[in-house]
Structure formats: C-alpha cells, structure tokens
C-alpha cells in the first residue's frame, strides 16, 4: 500500500528515511556520503514521485521502493532504492 508523504509529519518521515538508509548499515559506494545527504537524496526522491513510501502488511513494514517498481506490482520483494542513495544520475543536484 503506498503511503503519500504528506500524511508524515517532517519529523516521522526523516525518521522513516533514515531507518531506511542506516538498515543495511553498510556503504559501499565509490564515495563516502554523509547521512544527511543521503537524506536529502531520498527526499528529493519521494517528493519528486522517482520513489514511493509503500506498508507492507505482511511484514508490518515500511520500505521506499522506485516509482517503476511500484507500477510494475513488484511488491513481492519491495527492492530498496539503495543504489540510487548511494550512486546518484550525474544529472542529479547535490
């Protein structure tokens, strides 16, 4: 079930976020990225609609999964978007 980010106060929704990005508790990016930047980046994307806050009841858990991912019905494994956190579009504002 998709859960629009505006039912979030700013602070449940950063903390939503952040469990999200701290839930492997690994980085392996090319590049170290600070915590509030990774953030801002899933932010950016869950504002913009290139990524989604969906409950899944079966687990009674939240994720954040890609816009396509959601269109595609693919909630079966509900795939994190860790690798757009961690390896941003060249195109991408930082």
Known sequence: MRIPIEMLDGETLRNVIENFITREGTDYGAQEISLATKID??????????????????????????????????????????????????????
């Open 41 to 94: 980046q899933v932010m950016r994307q869950l504002k913009s609609g290139r990524a989604v806050l969906v409950f899944d009841s079966a687990s009674e858990s939240c994720n954040i999964i890609t816009s396509d991912q959601q269109n595609n019905h693919q909630f079966s494994d509900q795939e994190p978007i860790a690798e757009v956190v961690d390896d941003p579009p060249a195109d991408w504002e930082r």
